[in-house]
């Protein structure tokens, strides 16, 4: 019986091998990071440092020392405070994938670029959908500047949406104009340390590379206390073992890096642990992102975040399929199952189709509804007196029914999930309101709440800013 048969929950033994052997690598073979600055932190902080191959080797129980002052509490700052949320290990929080180049069309559903126009309106959508409790920079426009893209989608987001915003910064120079939309946004840097309005995603290079664009990241996320979501995704049988266990034990080596390198930097810094654990289609050599092995993966790092207590972000909505249609509702309802299951503290990939190639407005009202199903998983079944019901069921006996009591009336509303656009009416009303498909439905709906949810405009002298930070061009 091959190792992995027995089920996607793992024996206590079998999570402390995958754990032993992330940092056999660790400790053996160590990682490549060519920036003079991070090697001299990392050997004044008790690291094996050979500068002749860039390489960083790290000792368990030195790691693991850093890795206990990773904090288990981070706060995502929205534009009004009330409205912050807490991200801990207990949390389940949806946000929409990052950097799709193109979208389909809200009007005619057609293919082509994303504008800037469209970053907007998405912002505005993702602000209006209760289930989707992040905003991210899921469309780059094409009609702005390509080396500025990533800021002004970030100055977009900030005037469109009242959410916490996840992006990811083009380099260090795109995360340092960050840093001061940031302050910009927020009137200085102390409030920016304490309620962080965006958190910035970095992907390392695999296997085992931090490339020195994603140090630069790295460091001003740290520098300046705005949380950082460390991800690797490696490819099975490409830049990744061919074999799911090791690719497996390769993610978790490289994410428990970028969480030690994290707190050298500065101890305490913000940082999560991205799963993102991509296979290959032989036939093609693509990368795939909506294969069950995706969320198979998943459930096991989940598993191993989980042990070491580090806060986790998957991209639990993925998928591969080209439009919002079958294969697209099958991939990533297979996939959210996963994350939600195994204790996913933040799950990525509202909106995206395309293998993160294509933004959709129909497919962000659709995952709205997957999302909100999956937080409806993350609750439970609650078993308290109450619920279980049993003196109401004796005083009901054979033959009788539940509408009519109190208790009925009382729960209705918080024991099953209603989604916005998954169709439920009997077939004789659906058909005298024109047979719309899901999508049909869905791309309405996102037309509707672009026209009538309104964001409350920032401050003119404050869009003004942002928007100048947003052009190159413009000094600092």
């Given at each position: 019986m091959n190792d992995f048969t027995s089920g996607l929950v793992q024996?206590?033994?079998?999570?402390?091998?995958?754990?032993?052997?992330?940092?056999?690598?660790?400790?053996?073979?160590?990682?490549?990071?060519?920036?003079?600055?991070?090697?001299?932190?990392?050997?004044?902080?008790?690291?094996?440092?050979?500068?002749?191959?860039s390489r960083i080797r790290f000792p368990r129980k030195l790691s693991e020392g850093f890795l206990d002052t990773a904090p288990r509490s981070i706060v995502?700052?929205?534009?009004?405070?009330?409205?912050?949320?807490?991200?801990?290990?207990?949390a389940f929080f949806v946000r929409p994938q990052s950097g799709c180049p193109n979208v389909l069309d809200p009007r005619t559903g057609a293919f082509r670029p994303a504008l800037l126009r469209d970053v907007e309106q998405m912002a505005v959508l993702n602000d209006a959908l209760p289930n989707i409790h992040?905003?991210?920079?899921?469309?780059?426009?094409?009609?702005?500047?390509?080396?500025?893209?990533?800021?002004?989608?970030?100055?977009?987001?900030?005037?469109?949406?009242?959410?916490?915003?996840?992006?990811?910064?083009?380099?260090?120079i795109s995360m340092e104009r960050m840093v001061k939309m940031a302050e910009c946004l927020r009137g200085s840097a102390d409030e920016v340390r304490t309620r962080p309005p965006l958190t910035a995603i970095?992907?390392?290079?695999?296997?085992?590379?931090?490339?020195?664009?994603?140090?630069?990241?790295?460091?001003?996320?740290?520098?300046?206390?705005?949380?950082?979501?460390?991800?690797?995704t490696p490819m099975n049988g490409a830049t990744g073992p061919v074999t799911l266990a090791g690719e497996i034990?390769?993610?978790?080596?490289?994410?428990?890096?970028?969480?030690?390198?994290?707190?050298?930097m500065r101890s305490g810094a913000p940082v999560s642990y991205g799963i993102r654990p991509s296979t290959m289609d032989i036939r093609t050599g693509a990368s795939v992102w909506g294969s069950v092995e995706w969320g198979m993966m998943t459930g096991i790092l989940l598993q191993l975040t989980a042990g070491r207590g580090l806060i986790s972000d998957t991209v639990g909505l993925s998928t591969d399929a080209k439009t919002s249609d079958v294969q697209s509702g099958a991939e990533k309802g297979m996939s959210s199952v996963f994350s939600a299951l195994f204790g996913a503290n933040v799950m990525a990939g509202a909106g995206f189709l395309d293998t993160i190639m294509t933004g959709s407005f129909e497919q962000?009202?659709?995952?709205?509804?997957?999302?909100?199903?999956?937080?409806?998983?993350?609750?439970?079944?609650?078993?308290?007196?109450?619920?279980?019901?049993?003196?109401?069921?004796?005083?009901?006996?054979p033959g009788g029914n539940f509408l009519t009591e109190p208790h009925t009336v009382e729960h209705m509303r918080d024991q099953v999930f209603i989604p916005g656009v998954f169709n439920r009416e009997i077939r004789h009303r659906w058909e005298q309101s024109g047979s719309p498909g899901c999508a049909e439905?869905?791309?309405?709906?996102?037309?509707?709440?672009?026209?009538?949810?309104?964001?409350?405009?920032?401050?003119?002298?404050?869009?003004?800013?942002?928007?100048?930070?947003?052009s190159l061009d413009e000094p600092a």
């Amino acid at each position: 019986m091959n190792d992995f048969t027995s089920g996607l929950v793992q024996p206590t033994e079998r999570l402390e091998r995958l754990e032993e052997l992330a940092f056999r690598l660790l400790e053996t073979t160590g990682i490549e990071a060519p920036e003079e600055e991070l090697l001299e932190e990392m050997a004044a902080a008790g690291f094996e440092v050979d500068r002749s191959e860039s390489r960083i080797r790290f000792p368990r129980k030195l790691s693991e020392g850093f890795l206990d002052t990773a904090p288990r509490s981070i706060v995502l700052g929205s534009r009004d405070p009330v409205d912050d949320l807490v991200l801990d290990p207990d949390a389940f929080f949806v946000r929409p994938q990052s950097g799709c180049p193109n979208v389909l069309d809200p009007r005619t559903g057609a293919f082509r670029p994303a504008l800037l126009r469209d970053v907007e309106q998405m912002a505005v959508l993702n602000d209006a959908l209760p289930n989707i409790h992040l905003a991210a920079s899921l469309l780059y426009p094409s009609d702005v500047p390509a080396r500025s893209r990533d800021l002004a989608t970030l100055a977009a987001l900030f005037g469109h949406t009242r959410k916490h915003v996840y992006i990811q910064p083009y380099d260090p120079i795109s995360m340092e104009r960050m840093v001061k939309m940031a302050e910009c946004l927020r009137g200085s840097a102390d409030e920016v340390r304490t309620r962080p309005p965006l958190t910035a995603i970095m992907g390392l290079t695999s296997p085992l590379v931090f490339a020195p664009n994603e140090i630069g990241i790295m460091r001003l996320s740290a520098r300046h206390g705005i949380p950082l979501m460390s991800g690797s995704t490696p490819m099975n049988g490409a830049t990744g073992p061919v074999t799911l266990a090791g690719e497996i034990v390769l993610q978790h080596a490289e994410n428990l890096a970028g969480a030690v390198i994290a707190q050298v930097m500065r101890s305490g810094a913000p940082v999560s642990y991205g799963i993102r654990p991509s296979t290959m289609d032989i036939r093609t050599g693509a990368s795939v992102w909506g294969s069950v092995e995706w969320g198979m993966m998943t459930g096991i790092l989940l598993q191993l975040t989980a042990g070491r207590g580090l806060i986790s972000d998957t991209v639990g909505l993925s998928t591969d399929a080209k439009t919002s249609d079958v294969q697209s509702g099958a991939e990533k309802g297979m996939s959210s199952v996963f994350s939600a299951l195994f204790g996913a503290n933040v799950m990525a990939g509202a909106g995206f189709l395309d293998t993160i190639m294509t933004g959709s407005f129909e497919q962000l009202v659709v995952d709205d509804d997957l999302a909100g199903a999956m937080t409806r998983v993350r609750r439970g079944i609650a078993f308290g007196e109450d619920d279980l019901a049993i003196d109401l069921i004796e005083k009901i006996g054979p033959g009788g029914n539940f509408l009519t009591e109190p208790h009925t009336v009382e729960h209705m509303r918080d024991q099953v999930f209603i989604p916005g656009v998954f169709n439920r009416e009997i077939r004789h009303r659906w058909e005298q309101s024109g047979s719309p498909g899901c999508a049909e439905a869905a791309r309405a709906k996102a037309r509707e709440l672009i026209g009538s949810h309104a964001v409350p405009p920032l401050p003119h002298r404050v869009s003004a800013e942002l928007a100048r930070l947003a052009s190159l061009d413009e000094p600092a």
